[in-house]
């Protein structure tokens, strides 16, 4: 069950002042030695590893957005910074790359990258729609980079460096080809491509080659029935192929977002919009996919997914690897196929299966620390988020984060005085105004507010806070005549709500309060930058394959006089994360109780033994629980009657019990599902506690992980008791 919109972040949220409460973003280090996924809690798809002596680098999925084809830097996997894109604009003079014309590229830009290093430089592979293969190199990942149109059909592709020099693209659904590239980047080898592995083996798409110890290994997604990742593997480029599921089902309790229905591409307002059903037991395509896989550089082994976040869009997630009879299999031992969203840090791991050796599914990589020792936390590098969030538009450059809705205008825009202007040209809609700057919304909750001067709008200006998205929405201000009128539009209704407006300095302050992870937002304006007031209904929000991205903060002006108008300008841009700081969502030092959310009821330390559960209304000490610190986000329960709890066997159903000695009690790694949702994952079997809410068993410790709607029996919820 997701956490509802608490009431209290609305609250809160709409009595800030534009300037920032705190400079806390979402990183998915803990800041002990482990990490919780997502890495990031913002669009980043189609992720692929590129590992270069002891720097990481990271290439995803940017669209119809420039600049474009973004890449990230990281020492350690997990903390990571943006310091590159390949190109600053799409550098093809169709009117559809420059949003002209009614002609567009929503979800059909650049996607799919596959990053390579090879003969000094790097590369960057990637398709875009209507042209082709693309190639990007440079001999620093920071650019220059220089472009080569390859052409071909050749999309969602991994490329691979061969030891006799020869380069190969590997594409295709189903059918799965493999074509060889020209060295000099200028176009495949004519009369190449052959197929490696033919339809009916059950092998997807957004492939990645890797030789590994001189055989061949193909990591792909496919998505018929639903989602799973598959492992590829040959002596030969050309094959034979065996192939083997190496994840699926992980979807760390994720369900899929409402997708947008309508007709045709980018429509009209008024156009009529629904949001289709969602089926929260469904895994669909929501678990984690498509991605690649890297050597760490102790040697062990780590992928790095993409994964549907609601609304957000698609982000990565971290996940550590074993290898079992020389396949790469997602997991730990005793748990293959699914991953911890809690683990150790690289290089913070005891025991890393290290090589592609043939190990027993049911041998263990790393023991049970013993209870009675505290460990110390550990850290590598310092907690960092890949972007700075916040612009003042003080500086000569925008910020990295900052992305425009396809080629902007250059004479329409600058940075003057301190603040962002934008000129107004013509569009009936936001979707189709050029010159709209676009970052990506980051959840689980946030909130983004941005300060607008009016001054200089003209007859038939629109200019304000949106959301590009299919359906899109915006808060801002209309310019009729010498009259300013505050405007929410939402295009899913084709409902506007309208609040006349009386600015003495021309100044506004407009605010998007967004609980992602429940896919909603509503929209606030302030007139003088401390009191605010919620406009407009709280809005769903939604995924879609139109434009292929989650939610994003646009901000914008347009003319709907069919003209070009005066011009906006916009100061102090902010983005609030209330969720970020998890430095309390362990319950340390706190007396609480364990509220099953498959049937709302708490656990209790049953006289008989067991592990069971209770009324609702128990609130004796047999339900009550502390926890024992041992470092690193490893824990052990005791339960406030003096007992520990402890699991003996295999884990099955009746093996969760008590032990009266606290060296014996059974050490667990927290798993924070945030909001106060956790898991229990056992470092002795790899796997979950948890109770089934139909079979009337008790507590075991035999789960995989989280079904997408958190009600299997393995989430729990804590809750403190005074």
């Given at each position: 069950?997701?956490?509802i919109?608490?009431?209290?972040?609305?609250?809160?949220?709409c009595?800030?002042?534009?300037?920032?409460?705190?400079?806390t973003?979402?990183?998915?280090?803990?800041?002990?030695?482990?990490?919780?996924?997502?890495?990031?809690?913002?669009?980043?798809?189609?992720p692929d590893?590129?590992?270069?002596?002891?720097?990481?680098?990271?290439?995803?999925?940017?669209?119809?957005?420039?600049?474009?084809?973004?890449i990230?830097?990281?020492?350690?996997?997990?903390?990571w910074?943006?310091?590159?894109?390949?190109?600053?604009?799409?550098?093809?003079?169709?009117?559809?790359f420059?949003?002209?014309?009614h002609?567009?590229i929503?979800?059909?830009?650049?996607?799919?990258?596959?990053?390579?290093?090879?003969?000094g430089?790097?590369?960057?592979?990637?398709?875009?729609?209507?042209?082709g293969?693309?190639c990007?190199?440079?001999?620093?990942?920071?650019?220059?980079?220089?472009?080569?149109?390859?052409?071909?059909?050749?999309?969602?592709?991994?490329?691979?460096?061969?030891?006799?020099?020869?380069?190969?693209?590997?594409h295709?659904?189903?059918n799965?080809?493999?074509?060889?590239?020209?060295?000099?980047?200028?176009?495949p080898?004519?009369?190449?491509?052959?197929l490696?592995?033919p339809?009916?083996?059950?092998?997807g798409?957004?492939?990645?080659?890797?030789?590994?110890?001189?055989?061949?290994?193909?990591?792909s997604?496919?998505?018929?029935?639903n989602?799973?990742?598959?492992?590829?593997r040959?002596?030969?480029?050309?094959?034979?192929?065996?192939t083997?599921?190496?994840?699926?089902?992980?979807?760390?309790?994720?369900?899929a977002?409402?997708?947008?229905?309508?007709?045709?591409?980018?429509?009209?307002?008024?156009?009529p919009?629904?949001l289709?059903?969602?089926?929260?037991?469904?895994?669909?395509?929501?678990?984690?996919?498509?991605?690649?896989?890297?050597?760490?550089?102790?040697?062990?082994?780590w992928?790095?997914?993409?994964?549907?976040?609601?609304?957000?869009?698609?982000t990565?997630?971290?996940?550590?690897?074993?290898?079992?009879?020389?396949?790469?299999?997602?997991?730990?031992p005793?748990?293959?196929?699914?991953?911890?969203?809690?683990?150790?840090?690289?290089g913070?791991?005891?025991?890393?299966v290290?090589?592609?050796?043939?190990?027993?599914p049911?041998s263990?990589?790393?023991?049970s620390?013993?209870?009675?020792?505290?460990?110390e936390?550990?850290?590598?590098?310092?907690?960092?988020?890949?972007?700075?969030?916040?612009?003042?538009?003080?500086?000569?450059?925008?910020?990295?984060?900052?992305?425009w809705?396809h080629?902007?205008?250059?004479?329409m825009?600058?940075?003057?005085?301190?603040r962002?202007?934008?000129?107004?040209?013509?569009?009936?809609?936001?979707?189709?105004?050029?010159?709209?700057?676009?970052?990506r919304?980051?959840?689980?909750?946030?909130?983004?507010?941005?300060?607008?001067?009016?001054?200089g709008?003209?007859?038939?200006d629109?200019?304000?806070?949106?959301?590009?998205?299919?359906?899109?929405?915006?808060?801002?201000?209309v310019?009729?005549g010498?009259?300013?009128?505050?405007?929410?539009?939402?295009?899913l209704?084709?409902?506007?709500?309208?609040?006349?407006?009386?600015?003495?300095?021309?100044?506004?302050?407009?605010?998007?309060?967004?609980?992602?992870?429940?896919?909603?937002?509503?929209?606030?304006?302030?007139t003088?930058?401390?009191?605010?007031?919620?406009?407009?209904?709280?809005?769903?929000?939604?995924?879609?394959?139109?434009?292929?991205?989650g939610?994003r903060?646009?901000?914008f002006?347009?003319?709907?006089?069919?003209?070009?108008?005066?011009?906006?300008?916009?100061?102090?841009?902010?983005?609030?994360e209330?969720?970020?700081?998890?430095?309390?969502?362990?319950?340390y030092?706190?007396?609480?109780r364990?509220i099953n959310?498959?049937n709302?009821?708490?656990a209790?330390?049953?006289?008989?033994?067991?592990?069971?559960?209770?009324?609702?209304?128990?609130?004796?000490?047999?339900?009550?629980?502390?926890?024992?610190?041992?470092g690193?986000?490893?824990?052990?329960?005791q339960?406030l009657?003096?007992?520990?709890?402890k699991?003996y066997?295999?884990?099955l159903?009746?093996?969760?019990?008590?032990?009266?000695?606290?060296?014996?009690?059974?050490?667990?790694?927290w798993?924070?599902?945030?909001g106060?949702?956790?898991?229990?994952?056992?470092?002795r079997?790899?796997?979950y506690?948890?109770?089934?809410?139909?079979?009337?068993?008790?507590?075991?410790?035999d789960y995989?992980?989280?079904?997408?709607?958190?009600?299997?029996?393995?989430?729990?919820?804590?809750?403190?008791?005074?």
């Amino acid at each position: 069950m997701k956490r509802i919109l608490n009431t209290l972040l609305l609250t809160v949220a709409c009595a800030l002042g534009a300037q920032a409460q705190t400079t806390t973003s979402w990183t998915a280090d803990n800041g002990n030695g482990t990490f919780t996924n997502p890495l990031f809690y913002d669009e980043f798809s189609d992720p692929d590893i590129l590992r270069v002596g002891d720097d990481y680098y990271l290439a995803g999925t940017t669209m119809h957005a420039v600049p474009g084809l973004v890449i990230l830097h990281s020492k350690d996997l997990v903390n990571w910074e943006n310091i590159s894109y390949c190109f600053d604009r799409f550098d093809f003079a169709d009117d559809a790359f420059s949003l002209r014309n009614h002609q567009e590229i929503y979800g059909q830009g650049i996607w799919a990258p596959a990053i390579r290093y090879a003969n000094g430089q790097f590369y960057v592979f990637s398709n875009i729609n209507g042209k082709g293969l693309q190639c990007y190199t440079a001999k620093d990942i920071r650019g220059p980079w220089t472009h080569h149109n390859m052409q071909g059909n050749i999309y969602d592709l991994g490329v691979l460096f061969d030891d006799d020099g020869k380069v190969y693209a590997i594409h295709g659904y189903g059918n799965v080809k493999c074509t060889e590239l020209k060295p000099d980047m200028s176009g495949p080898v004519e009369g190449t491509e052959r197929l490696i592995i033919p339809e009916g083996n059950g092998v997807g798409e957004g492939h990645h080659m890797y030789k590994i110890d001189g055989r061949y290994y193909l990591i792909s997604t496919d998505y018929k029935p639903n989602g799973r990742t598959l492992c590829s593997r040959a002596d030969n480029i050309w094959g034979p192929y065996e192939t083997r599921v190496i994840t699926a089902d992980e979807t760390y309790g994720y369900h899929a977002a409402s997708l947008t229905q309508f007709r045709g591409r980018i429509q009209p307002d008024g156009y009529p919009f629904r949001l289709g059903p969602v089926n929260q037991d469904a895994t669909a395509c929501t678990n984690a996919h498509q991605g690649g896989i890297v050597q760490y550089a102790d040697g062990s082994w780590w992928a790095l997914f993409m994964q549907d976040f609601h609304s957000i869009g698609r982000t990565v997630c971290l996940m550590p690897m074993t290898w079992v009879d020389g396949w790469p299999m997602v997991g730990l031992p005793g748990n293959l196929g699914r991953a911890p969203r809690t683990w150790f840090k690289p290089g913070l791991a005891p025991s890393p299966v290290s090589s592609p050796s043939s190990i027993s599914p049911s041998s263990s990589s790393i023991s049970s620390p013993s209870p009675s020792a505290v460990v110390e936390p550990a850290i590598s590098s310092q907690a960092t988020s890949p972007y700075n969030r916040s612009d003042n538009f003080d500086g000569k450059q925008l910020g990295r984060v900052w992305q425009w809705n396809h080629n902007p205008d250059d004479k329409m825009w600058s940075l003057k005085n301190g603040r962002l202007r934008i000129q107004s040209s013509p569009a009936e809609q936001l979707m189709w105004a050029r010159n709209s700057l676009t970052q990506r919304v980051i959840g689980p909750t946030s909130v983004a507010t941005v300060e607008l001067s009016t001054k200089g709008l003209k007859d038939g200006d629109v200019a304000g806070l949106g959301n590009i998205n299919i359906p899109c929405s915006w808060i801002g201000i209309v310019k009729s005549g010498k009259a300013l009128t505050l405007r929410c539009f939402e295009q899913l209704t084709n409902d506007t709500t309208d609040v006349p407006v009386g600015l003495s300095d021309g100044k506004i302050w407009l605010r998007c309060i967004g609980d992602y992870d429940n896919n909603q937002a509503q929209y606030a304006y302030s007139t003088d930058g401390k009191e605010f007031t919620t406009l407009g209904r709280m809005m769903p929000l939604s995924y879609q394959l139109t434009t292929f991205q989650g939610s994003r903060h646009a901000l914008f002006a347009f003319n709907v006089s069919g003209k070009k108008g005066g011009y906006a300008e916009f100061d102090n841009f902010t983005v609030e994360e209330p969720d970020a700081d998890r430095s309390g969502n362990i319950p340390y030092g706190k007396t609480f109780r364990i509220i099953n959310l498959a049937n709302g009821r708490p656990a209790v330390c049953d006289p008989h033994g067991v592990l069971y559960d209770t009324r609702t209304d128990d609130m004796s000490a047999r339900t009550q629980f502390r926890i024992l610190d041992r470092g690193q986000g490893m824990v052990s329960l005791q339960c406030l009657d003096g007992r520990y709890l402890k699991v003996y066997g295999q884990g099955l159903p009746g093996d969760v019990r008590f032990t009266d000695k606290a060296e014996e009690a059974e050490v667990f790694l927290w798993q924070d599902y945030l909001g106060g949702d956790f898991m229990l994952f056992s470092l002795r079997n790899h796997r979950y506690i948890g109770k089934s809410p139909t079979t009337g068993s008790p507590y075991s410790m035999d789960y995989p992980g989280a079904d997408p709607a958190r009600r299997n029996g393995a989430v729990l919820h804590w809750e403190e008791v005074k």
